[in-house]
């Protein structure tokens, strides 16, 4: 229990170790997907259709108060002095962006169609090479673009159902052409520089420079979508907080277009400005004038008064103490005077909710309550200063209202008559055609790379995930089978097990690894096995001995075959029999013919001097094919003959050698394990899963058939894990 609890321990920590050794053991395979992704990305940078970024500035102003005392106003209710958020959104308004995808076509899609792939690029070199030139077609294929080929369409309506509808337009001869619906049904046939309506289609081409036989893609756009689209493509930021610059950009494959966009959208910003000012001065104009009137009566009814008590009183002067009352109250009622001038204007636009409506009515009440503390305190003072007091302080205010509402209405005058704004254009719309801003290979190429090897990584690493193969001999002996050799893998043996299992291998030739390459590393090893066996043998009931597999291409006959000649090869009578009647491929091992084999023998149809056969360089080695694949292979291992042949086989030979099905796929080989003496199981390196392997042996012991051991097959050359160096350091050199 310990130790199976510090194996499981051991399983959930990350080795760092073997993660550096699957990326070594795959390095070049990382190498291959990080160089591609960098051709690819090398390819882009130059092939891709550049894309330009028009960039252009506004600034904007803080807007003049259009009544006295506005300013102080809004720095009192904490307002922003930046207007450039609420700018923002009517620079990418639909008014604004409506008026320019009118005057500049927008919604009206038409490009040329190029060769895929390659004709961007080639068109755009003619054209950079031959400016407002034609380029010929190449290879007699004039439906394309090869360079220098535009059309302008200056007006297109469709019907509804043709919106957003990919139309096609030919190019004919002399400026003709024609427009064809998405299923090739003709609409109009026009020719330039006339507006032609067919078919419920209003079509108007400026200008078409074309070879003849050449196609353009002609999308009418919904309008509102087209606005939409824009107002998402150009982007507008304020540059540094409270700065009231704005900068504008937007991306387009087309330069000249994306320039006039940007052009159309700041030119039409500032006009929509002005307007919107020389409104707003207007509408306070009119509120101004509306109150001068008022204020002139106010005045003269104030001075004639005050003019009346001077007579009749004899010039009465004014004290000191009511001098400072005086200066005091015109203060009061002067501020008191703008306020209610404000509150006129701001009662026009706004509810009593609105945060400014509401900040008013809080200074008017903070006045009104300093006043009427002043008023207290004058009528203390004696009757006659009362009373002068009063009429010096009526005049005083009213005059000062006077005086700021004319000033205020000259103001206004002007900027209602004037076309500047506060939002003017710092930067007009340009474009860098030495730099497009898309694609950049200082990025693309690297990024390429880059990317490739993430993708590497997380291929080899998901493969490895998923696929969960056994590549320690440590995890089959945690099952309880002791494993009797690592076979390494070596070219030759990978050439051999393909010559083996390919459908149309020659017949009559052998494919022995340890007949062809006795000095071969995986001979080597199987001559550790026999060394192995030879020990292990000693307490058996009899020198059979079953080669299986948990499941098919784990190189089990690879094994047995081999195993064989090794055996003969020191010596000892070996009987090697394919028991796979199904789909044994040990006869193409040998170099012989499945016919005349173990089915033929079961069943009685020849004898076992008929089904022997030599091997040609091992003479102490026979052989026994499959037969001819019968209906009922299961059936024919459990007859009594083949017991009695086994039996009768026994005594001639030293070890008898069976090549079975996987033990997973069918039950032959718990038939034929209940006649053997050992029972090997061979595990393929890096594809068999330890669940796999535990459920083989599980299921052969409840058959009663116990496993003797594991050999590891195919075992691969790891940074970090098993490794058979052995075979490797005493491989013998070609030269003495």
Known sequence: MTTKQTFATRDDDIDLRALLGTLLDNKWRIFGITIVFFLVGILYAVLAPPI???????????KAPTLPGMDDLSQTLGISTSQAVTEIQLLTSRAVVGQAVENLRLDIEATPKRLPLFGSFLAREFAADHPGQLASPLFGLSRYDWGGTQVNVNQLDVPADLLDEKLLLIAGDNGAYTLQDPDGNILVNGHVGQLVTQN?????????QANPGARFRVVRHSHMDTIAKLQKDIDAEEQ??????IALTYNNLDPMLATNLLDQVTSLYVRQNVDRSAAEAANSLKFVREQLPK???????????LNQFQLREHSVDISMQTQSLLDQNVTID??????HLQMADVQKRFTPEHPEYKALQKQISQLEGEKGALDHKIGQLPNTQQELLKLSRDVTVTSQTYTNLLNQAQQLDIARAGTVGNVRVIDQSAVNLAKPWWPRPIWVIPGGAVLGFLIALAFIYLRQLLSRGIEDPVVIERLGLPVYVSIPLSDMQRKSGLRIGHRHSASGRQHLLAVNSPADMATEALRSLRTSLHFARMETKNNVLMISSASPGAGKSFVAANLAVVMAQAGQRVLLIDADMRKGLLHRATGGRPENGLSELISGQIDASQAIRTINGVSQLMFISRGKIP???????????????????????DLIIIDTPPVLAVTDAAVIGNHVGTSLLVVRFGI????????????LEQN??????AIFNLVEKRAAGYYAYAYYAYAPTSKV
């Open 52 to 62: 330009y970024q028009a960039s252009a500035s506004v600034q904007v102003e803080q």
């Open 240 to 245: 540094g907080k409270d700065s009231g610059i």
């Open 295 to 305: 204020v002139k009566q106010q005045l003269e009814g104030a001075t004639q008064a």
């Open 688 to 699: 068999n899963q330890v669940r796999e392997i535990a459920l083989a042996k599980q299921r």
């Open 704 to 709: 009663g058939v116990p496993i003797k051991g």
């Open 631 to 653: 209906p009922n292979p299961s059936e024919l291992l459990m007859h009594k003959n083949f017991n009695t042949l086994l039996e009768s086989l026994r005594p001639r030979y």
């Open 334 to 339: 002067t501020n008191l005077e703008q306020l």
């Open 200 to 208: 419920g289609v209003n079509v108007d081409v400026k200008s078409m």
